[in-house]
């Protein structure tokens, strides 16, 4: 199958910390580029950050500059999202796209650009 797993996801106040993390359990990931979007309630998907596929590459949205980071181990075929510094507006279901035609991000963030998609992870900030 080619659906991604993510994982880390869960309910922290507002100034906490979550790292979320991405994997597949059949498919190599380390030749793709891989991105987190997250779609918060009643709103659309929106991209937050990306990572190539050797991980000199990094691309990350202005509204978590600063405080998420994005990281990859490949011999652990994981990708990280590492979210500090999280208030309310963070809310949202966190989902991993590997894009397997590309080893580059896009800064155009195209969602047919990535073709593998987990199911999603929630997260929930209060204040």
């Known amino acids: 199958q080619s659906q991604l797993e993510e994982s880390g996801g869960g309910s922290v106040q507002s100034g906490g910390s979550l790292r979320l993390s991405c994997t597949h359990s059949v498919i190599t990931l380390d030749s793709y580029a891989i991105a987190w979007f997250r779609r918060a309630p009643g709103k659309e998907r929106e991209g937050v950050s990306c990572?190539?596929?050797?991980?000199?590459?990094?691309h990350v949205k202005d509204f978590v500059k600063g405080r998420f980071t994005i990281s990859r181990d490949n011999a652990k075929n994981t990708v990280y999202l590492q979210m500090d510094s999280l208030n309310p507006e963070d809310t949202a279901v966190y989902f991993c796209?590997?894009?397997?035609?590309?080893?580059?991000?896009?800064?155009?963030?195209?969602?047919?650009?990535?073709?593998?998609w987990g199911q999603g992870t929630q997260v929930t900030v209060s204040s």
């Open positions: 990572i190539s596929s050797s991980g000199d590459q990094t």
């Open positions: 796209a590997a894009a397997t035609h590309y080893s580059q991000c896009d800064s155009n963030w195209y969602l047919n650009r990535y073709d593998y």
